[in-house]
């Protein structure tokens, strides 16, 4: 099964500045995506990661506040940008390893902003 | 879109079997998992089925799947302390592959 790291693991921000999640797949995948769950909710899907293009972004998400980046097949990044209180949340990544066609998850960012 | 649903709590006795249930809307979900989640950590893949798949049975867990329905269920043999969790029914399909996730079940297991 695919291993998945995200960095960093826990952050807590300031009001108005930027973080930037990265997530590294140790195998070939095919598809990766963002999530995100907000403290006792389900998860939400932010964007599907697209290798070497944009984003696609769900409903209520938008590039400028998330932007993603996947240089390559097994590397993604997003950025919560201009953090509000509101973005507190863990955001993970997940990705459909190739062999087996199953979706797997890293182990999640946790993001507080004061 | 994808509507999952899913009873919020299950308190079973150690050493009962579990049951949690989920419910979906899009009988074009090809992809259905359960996906384990403990206090504080991420989302671990429990097993999964497809749809063309009525049943799957993994060790202590079966997972029913009723298309005609769209019902899913979990069930968990012998329930011990250690499956206290919280448990995500989630749904894709084969074009869109990324998931719909039910809100959750808390599973509490009594000694």
């Known amino acids: 099964s695919a291993v998945i790291s995200q960095k960093p693991s826990r952050d807590i921000c300031q009001r108005g500045t930027s973080l930037t999640i990265q997530c590294q797949v140790d195998s070939q995948v095919t598809m990766m995506f963002w999530y995100r769950q907000q403290p006792g909710q389900s998860l939400t899907l932010i964007a599907t990661?697209?290798?070497?293009?944009?984003?696609?972004?769900e409903s209520g998400f938008v590039i400028d506040k998330f932007p993603i980046s996947r240089p390559n097949l097994t590397f993604s990044t997003l950025t919560v940008s201009n953090m509000s209180p509101e973005d507190s949340s863990i955001y993970l990544c997940?990705?459909?390893?190739?062999?087996?066609?199953?979706?797997?998850f890293g182990p999640g960012t946790r993001l507080l902003v004061l | 879109g994808e509507d999952v649903e899913q009873s919020l709590f299950l308190s079973v006795r150690e050493g009962d079997s579990s049951v949690i249930n989920c419910t979906y809307t899009d009988s074009s979900s090809t992809y259905l998992y359960w996906y384990k989640q403990e206090p504080g950590a991420g989302l671990q893949l429990l097993t999964y089925?497809?749809?063309?798949?009525d049943m799957k049975q993994d060790q202590r867990l079966t997972v029913l799947l009723n298309k005609k329905d769209k019902h899913l269920s979990l069930r968990i043999a012998d329930t011990q302390t250690g499956d206290s969790a919280i448990y995500f029914c989630a749904g894709g399909d084969t074009g869109r592959r990324a998931l719909t996730f039910g809100s959750g079940t808390r599973l509490q297991v009594q000694p």
């Open positions: 997940s990705a459909i390893d190739r062999a087996r066609e199953t979706q797997y």
């Open positions: 089925i497809f749809s063309n798949m």
């Open positions: 990661a697209n290798q070497g293009s944009e984003a696609t972004y």
